[in-house]
Every structure is written in structure tokens, then in C-alpha cells.
């Protein structure tokens, strides 16, 4: 483009020096003008798509930063608490026809579920006091052998008091109120889950 | 030390408990107390929707009968009453029969089968010759050196029980001790007596038939230890056990 440009000023003051052209007639500035009467209105095709890049990847740039911009808005407010569905009863529950209809509770009856209340205490206070001198007594015992065991062999009772990684994490199952029916066919049936899962 | 003589033999004994397989039955506190829970919670409760078409119907039952339209039957609708599906539901619940609480062997009192006393723990014993005596005892092996106690214990589980047995052994410590001295005669000066170490460990596969090999065995209860082990062990070994 600047090569045209400085061709074309030669070109005019070459041709205002020389005496016998004719002054009016236009000059062609250089073979990139296609018609005498313009001046650089049809530049090289080339140049312009290098315009159009640059302009667009800077649009597409402050494109991208507002769309960062408007994420990290988001992220930065506060996730949504998960509703609890235990805690919420439907409001269906707790419409009027729903409360039960039942006869007062006659004096007698009160008095007797306190007396019983009162009872349940000292029988769990009673259980909780036989386990737990169940347990040391357990531990009294223990000792008494890792005692003589220590007299025996400090080898083995170094061996002894060593703990057991395989012991921990215990599973079973617990007791049921009837045993396993042997040969028991379960019937067939199908489970499905409609759990709601809530993502933050 | 390895080299110095020891007075005591060691041996090591495990104590193998089969855990319940059913609760125990409840104390009287414990149901009246249970029967009261329900009580409060049915007090408090709402009702739910079954008991509301259940309560519907029955309205619509004396609304019936006291005029002679029966509008259900106009529309030419077979309604199902809450009352018929409970109905259904009670005979489909007698037909299934579960499996007794109290066992065949519970009833003709076999002690050596697995299968009796379901609510309470079960120990095995056997039948071990000490000096020149059968005795019933926990399985127990003599220790020898290079081993630690626990896998002596282990080893005298698998000489009675075999290889194949599933047991979990409640971590190195030994649970309890029992020793005694010899008597005179065999008594020396480098052989007083012997200190058997009990482990505990719970049995978890439910099914022995491979095992019990040589020895006479037993599943017993705490409550029955004392028809078969001398007063002396027995109130060591009583001390370990919880029930």
C-alpha cells in the first residue's frame, strides 16, 4: 500500500515535469486503480480480511471476559440450601379432618404411666449399672493375666499388648426376632427408588 | 529369656462363642413399657390416608343402608373397601409360617448341636486328657517356642475344628488365666505347674459339618458350664463371660 502510494506521487511529479502530456487529462496513481476518476477506493483486496480478524478476536476476547465475569458472579453467591424432606410436612397432613378423635385420659390412667416412667428409670438405671460393672470387671481380668504373662515372657507379652489391625472395622449382623427359615423363597417384587436428588 | 528353664508350662486355650441369633425374650418392665410407647404414639399421631378412606366408607356404608339408592351401584362402579383389602392382607400375613424360635434340638436337648438356645451365646467344649485324666475343657494346645500365644490358641481351635474355621479372634491380649500347681508327684523344681491363657474369639460361619473331627465336643451355655468343668477353672473362665 505505501509502495502504490509513493509510486504514484513519482509517477504525478514525473508527469508534471514532463512538457508533453496534456494537463487535463487524470493519471492512473498506479495499476491498482481500475478506473481513472477514483483514488484509492479499491485497495488491495488482501489487506481488508486482516482488518476483520483482528477486530473480531478482540470482540470474541471481551466476550469471553464477561462471560468469566458472569460465572464468577455465580459461583460467588451462596449455594442453595438442600431442603430437608423429613422436616417438611406436607401441607396435606395437617388439615382439620386429619386429628384423631379419642376419648380424654382418666386420672387412673395418667397416674399409671407415671408410676411406670418411673419404674423404666431405675430398671435402665439398674441395667446400665450391671454393664458397666460387667465391662470392668472384663478389664480387672485382662490385666490380671497380661500381669502374669509379663512374669512369664516380656517377649510374649509385648507380642500380647501389640494391636490387632484386623480386628477393626467389625460387621455383623444382628439378632433377629425369628431365625432364618431355611429354603425360604422371598417373592419377587420390584424396588423403585423415587428418592428426589438435589445438586448444589 | 529363651535359655533359663521355665517353671510353667504355657499353654493357650480359645474360648469360641457362637453369638445369638435371636433377641431375648423381653422383661415384664420392658413390655409394659414398650405397650405404653405405642400407646403415646398413637395419641399423638394423625391419621393416615388409609384410615381416612377407611372412615369415608363407612360413612358411605350407613348412608346406604339408611336410604335404598345405592349411587355406586348406578354408576355401575365395583368399589374395593379398605375393609377388604386389610382382609386380604391378614391372610396373606397367617399363611407364612416363620421358623420356630424354640428348636428341635432345644426340645430333645442335644448339646452338641449348633442349633439350640438361639437367644444365648454357645462355648465349645471338649474332652482333653491332662495327666492321666479326661477332663472337659476349652480347647487348649501347649505352646511352643517361636509362637505367640494367641496362635497357640489358634492352633488348638484348628486341631479340633479344622482348618477351615471362621472365627474372629478378639485381638492379641489374653481375656483371663488360669493356673494351677501339679500335683507332688510329678512336681519338680523345673515343672511346677501350668498357666493356661484364655482368647475369646466369635464363631462366624453358621455352618461346621467338615469340621469336628477327633474329640468329643459340646455347645454349651454360660448357665451350664458348671455340669461339666471343675469349680476351680470354672470360676476363672465365669470371669470373662459376659451374659
Known amino acids: 500500500r505505501i509502495g502504490g502510494s509513493v509510486s504514484s506521487h513519482a509517477l504525478c511529479y514525473f508527469s508534471s515535469r514532463s512538457s508533453w502530456l496534456p494537463q487535463g487529462v487524470p493519471l492512473r496513481g498506479s495499476h491498482w486503480q481500475s478506473s481513472l476518476l477514483e483514488f484509492r477506493t479499491s485497495l488491495p483486496v488482501r489487506a481488508q480480511p486482516k482488518k476483520k480478524k483482528k477486530v473480531d478476536v478482540k470482540k470474541e476476547q471481551a466476550q469471553k471476559e464477561r462471560m468469566k465475569k458472569r460465572l464468577k458472579k455465580l459461583e460467588k453467591a451462596a449455594p442453595e440450601l438442600i431442603p430437608i424432606e423429613d422436616f417438611i410436612t406436607p401441607l396435606k397432613y395437617s388439615e382439620s379432618n386429619r386429628v384423631r378423635s379419642l376419648p380424654p385420659l382418666s386420672p387412673e390412667e395418667s397416674e399409671r404411666r407415671v408410676l411406670l416412667l418411673k419404674k423404666w428409670c431405675l430398671f435402665k438405671q439398674k441395667q446400665d449399672e450391671a454393664e458397666k460393672k460387667a465391662i470392668k470387671a472384663l478389664v480387672e481380668c485382662q490385666q490380671e493375666a497380661l500381669k502374669e504373662l509379663r512374669l512369664e515372657s516380656e517377649e510374649l507379652y509385648q507380642a500380647a499388648i501389640r494391636r490387632d489391625e484386623a480386628l477393626f472395622p467389625f460387621q455383623r449382623d444382628g439378632p433377629t426376632y425369628t431365625p432364618p427359615l431355611p429354603g425360604y423363597d422371598p417373592p419377587e417384587g420390584k424396588c423403585i427408588d423415587i428418592t428426589k436428588v438435589y445438586t448444589q | ?243
Not at chain 2, 40 to 56: A, N, P, Q, V
Open chain 2, 1 to 243: 529369656s529363651a535359655a533359663a528353664p521355665r517353671p510353667w508350662r504355657l499353654f493357650g486355650a480359645m474360648c469360641l462363642l457362637r453369638l445369638p441369633r435371636i433377641t431375648q425374650p423381653l422383661e415384664k418392665e420392658e413390655e409394659e413399657m414398650a405397650a405404653l410407647m405405642e400407646q403415646i404414639e398413637l395419641e399423638k399421631s394423625h391419621y393416615s390416608d388409609h384410615e381416612i378412606r377407611k372412615l369415608e366408607e363407612e360413612e358411605q356404608l350407613k348412608r346406604k343402608k339408611e336410604s335404598l339408592y345405592d349411587e355406586d351401584e348406578a354408576r355401575g362402579k365395583t368399589v374395593v373397601m379398605a375393609r377388604d383389602l386389610e382382609e386380604k392382607w391378614e391372610q396373606k400375613f397367617l399363611q407364612f409360617k416363620a421358623a420356630p424360635r424354640i428348636t428341635d434340638a432345644d426340645k430333645s436337648n442335644d448339646r452338641t448341636s449348633l442349633n439350640r438356645k438361639l437367644d444365648s451365646n454357645l462355648m465349645l467344649l471338649v474332652k482333653q486328657k491332662i495327666g492321666n485324666q479326661e477332663l472337659w475343657l476349652l480347647p487348649q494346645a501347649e505352646w511352643q517356642p517361636g509362637e505367640t500365644l494367641r496362635s497357640t490358641a489358634e492352633r488348638a481351635m484348628a486341631t479340633f475344628l479344622g482348618d477351615h474355621i471362621q472365627a474372629k479372634v478378639l485381638g492379641n491380649a489374653p481375656f483371663g488365666i488360669y493356673k494351677y500347681k501339679f500335683p507332688r508327684a510329678i512336681r519338680t523344681e523345673n515343672n511346677v505347674g501350668a498357666k493356661i491363657f484364655f482368647f475369646k474369639a466369635f464363631l462366624q460361619s453358621s455352618d461346621l459339618s467338615e469340621a469336628e473331627l477327633k474329640a468329643d465336643y459340646l455347645w454349651v451355655t454360660k448357665k451350664e458350664l458348671g455340669d461339666y468343668l471343675k469349680s476351680e477353672y470354672l470360676k476363672k473362665v465365669n470371669r470373662f463371660l459376659l451374659d
